[in-house]
């Protein structure tokens, strides 16, 4: 597959040719452990244990010199063919207990490798040796960044097989049945590995689901407040699942736990260097197609960034600019942005959501302020758009979900309907609203359809609240009801064309019934 396909999109191949490997080793989602990374201009990397490439490609793209060490020849050759435009890039086939450099390296990166040297590196402690040579080949400022799964990973308790031995509960139990070359680590264990190897300077990453394919990139210096915008893609064994993971980790949250049940940890770490966690937090979508690919990151100076995961998504980015500069000219209000290089610089505004305010509504059991705040969202959403004289002009019959004919009112047809504008894109400041993250706009749009986009999202990511306000209350109270199967078409039609097929059949990916109704 890889050797058929110089693009590297391999979308339609995960599709045909759906496995496990095939996902994990081809999906676009498994490059963004380091596609956010602020790696030094110039910078020279080694990549111990390359596999198929796909972290390869993402380096040689950042980095100025890629060394790549991988023990299997077969695995060398496809990473080779993925990064056959790179020129920057050497592989050497081998062993890197057997590897004398004549240099030493800006970065080197241990992505899913560092587990494994009980099995490759000889000595009563394999791990420790293996990191001090390694500490040998970094230049006094070097960095090495470490992936490598939590053995108290909450997912385990949950009853999903460990990684490497595929045995319920094996790293928890200290690997009593399993592989005897294979450790992973607690997060008390490996800092202590990493310090007693030479690695004085530590800071821990937290990737989830976990660092295999990421969405979400938390910090110790940025923990999660909730779980929303992600969910586990592996799905336990149906004879070893216990818990609900996703909602267990909002408990772990609350009580302030969460660094040690964290599924999986990348670690920076440096012998004397002490500028580490320059990133604080770093949200992706590569679960999205080629061209929508962005990511945003959050810098310790509170600095933020949209970034684009590659080449074919800066166009992206460069929409959401043009997006939010046309929604000042409609009167709106926007968090302050410039577009920088490839990047959208936007200011940090440190004050509360539009969500945060409606939450707190529905916490206190406020219903008449959270239909104030759903008017208001509904005005500003209508402020945004010019309103379509001519309703026939509605995007839902262009589509074909509905018919003129039906007779369903749907209200103020917007010429442009920025469909982003839900709360969670929203700071208030003042009594002002400003808006943010503004990445979608559609024509000839119901004004009422976005704001039934912002009630669903916001009910289905909290659904506690609907004990305090039934949705269905607030659907009536904007005379909706007639209108919610086609806004839910709609809705499908939008994430459908936007969303990568191949990251909602990697949740199923155990069988072909899921991914012939897919298809």
Known sequence: LIANREDNNYTEDVLNHFTWPTYYHLSPIRQDIVNWYPFKEGAEVLEIGCGLGAITEVLCEKCEKVTAVEMSKRRATATLL?????????????????????????????????????????????????????????????????????????????GAREDHTGLPFDGINQYKIGNKGVRTFSREELKNLLINSGFENTYFYYPLPDYKFPLYIYSENHLPKDTKGWAPYYVPNGSTLIADETKLYEEIIKNNVFEFFANSFLVECSVDSKELGEIELAILHSNREEQYRVGTIISKKKEVQCIPLNFASKGHLLQVYDNSLKMVGKGLNIVPLKFQGNKLEVSFMDCPSMEGLILDAYKAKETKKIEELFDTL??????????????KKNILYELEIDKEESGISYGKILKIGYVDMIPRNCFVKDGLLFWFDQEWKLENVPSKYILYRAIRLLYEEHIWIDEVFKMEEL????????????????????????????????KNWFGKKEIQELQ
């Open 378 to 391: 509904l005005t500003q959403i209508e402020k945004g758009g010019d309103i379509e004289t001519e309703t």
């Open 475 to 506: 659907i009536r109270k904007y005379n909706m009801e007639a209108c919610v199967e086609s806004f839910y078409k709609l809705e499908l039609m939008f994430i459908n064309t936007v969303i990568d097929k191949n990251t909602i059949l990697a």
């Open 82 to 158: 993925r990064c056959r435009q790179k020129e920057n890039l050497e592989i050497i086939v081998g062993n890197l207990n057997d590897i004398r450099f004549e240099k030493t390296f800006d970065y080197i990166t241990l992505i899913g490798v560092l587990e494994y040297q009980g099995s490759y590196t000889d000595g009563s402690n394999p791990y420790e040796d293996f990191l001090t040579k390694i500490k040998g080949l970094l230049k006094p400022d070097g960095k090495l960044i470490v992936a490598i799964e939590n053995k108290f990973g909450l997912k385990y308790w949950c």
